[in-house]
């Protein structure tokens, strides 16, 4: 077994080939790379699975957060999350992207209306139940949009799971992303990220750690000094780029707000980057789930090494 870093893995970094489904079997093979936790759903919610994964986790020192929707039944898994030793709950507003799914101002905003209400929901579930809720900053708010609820909700059961790249699709400048949330961050998807340009815009692609544009160490520093206890999640996924589409017209019905210094940053650091960003089309699926893992463990050991995110 290699030497254990207190870095733990989100399942979400295996979205592309493994996808794991059972939370006690991503568990134990999280263990064997060496990881220090796991964000991941919970396979059950029977009060004996989470029992069990409890007492697995605290015998091999390790943490655990769940993922959840923030729909229907909340409460009941919130409840079995709490049972299973879960340190927080990490939910989401929004599936998908926002300069995608929305085709007008006013989807937005019913979008924000009902999201608020959810949130606010949510938030009295995390106090009755008491264990933390995380949203994430899930290509849906801005940094100042999210930093900006937060502040207003003002509940110790309620933050942020602390994504260190999606906001970059909404021109937001990384390093301001991390200082606004980080006062409120329960939970992390630490990635890093590289750009390349494209016709409509630029391409956006997660990384294995120290390969791509983002500063790490000072990511790290930044929420260490705000949450000393908040614990480091990769969230690595082995993808071809996504396509952020900021030069078209229905990119901006949202975001007619953002200045035009976000844009020049941006697709600045997309004509930095000088490489070709990684791509899986193609792959068998036996290649395919060793180039995942290999950025798992790449990322693994950076963290360790260059990080000092060791056990």
């Known amino acids: 077994m290699p030497p254990r ?9 295996y979205l592309t080939a493994r996808r794991p489904a ?6 134990e093979y999280a263990a064997s790379l060496g990881a220090g936790g796991i964000q991941a759903s919970l396979r059950s919610l029977e009060p004996a699975y989470g029992r069990k994964l409890r007492a697995r986790a605290e015998q091999l020192g390790m943490y655990l957060e769940i993922m959840s929707g923030l729909g229907a039944g909340l409460e009941e ?4 999350a709490r049972e299973a030793g879960a340190l927080c709950l990490r939910a989401a507003c929004l599936s998908g992207r926002r300069y995608e799914t929305f085709d007008s101002l006013d989807a937005w905003k019913t979008f924000v209306t009902e999201s608020e209400a959810s949130l606010e929901r949510a938030a009295r579930i995390a106090e009755k139940v008491r264990i933390p809720i995380a949203i994430e900053n899930h290509k849906d ?19 942020v799971c602390l994504d ?8 937001d400048d990384a390093y301001d992303v991390v200082e606004r949330l980080a006062p ?3 939970s992390t998807h630490i990635k890093d990220m590289a750009l390349a340009p494209a016709p409509n815009g630029f391409l956006l692609s997660e990384v294995a ?3 791509g544009q983002l500063d790490l160490k000072r990511i790290a520093a930044t929420i260490r000094r705000a949450r000393p206890a908040t614990r480091m999640t990769m969230e690595t996924i082995t993808r071809d780029p996504l396509s952020v589409p900021c030069l078209e017209s229905k990119y901006w019905i949202t975001m007619r707000h953002l200045p035009a210094t976000g844009l020049a940053r ?13 791509r899986v089309a193609g792959m068998d699926r036996g290649a395919l789930l060793r180039y995942e893992e290999d950025n798992v463990k790449a990322s693994l050991y950076y963290a360790r090494t260059a990080l000092g995110l060791t056990a």
């Open 5 to 13: 870093s207190s870095m733990g893995i989100a399942t979400t970094s």
């Open 22 to 27: 059972d939370t006690y079997e991503f568990l």
């Open 77 to 80: 898994r919130a409840a079995a």
């Open 141 to 159: 708010w801005t940094a100042e949009e999210l930093a900006a609820y937060m502040k207003r909700l003002s509940s110790e059961w309620f933050g």
């Open 164 to 171: 260190t790249g999606n906001n970059l699709s909404l021109l």
């Open 184 to 186: 409120y961050a329960v």
């Open 209 to 211: 750690f120290g390969e």
């Open 266 to 278: 941006t697709l600045a650091l997309a004509a930095a980057y000088g490489k070709p960003l990684p």
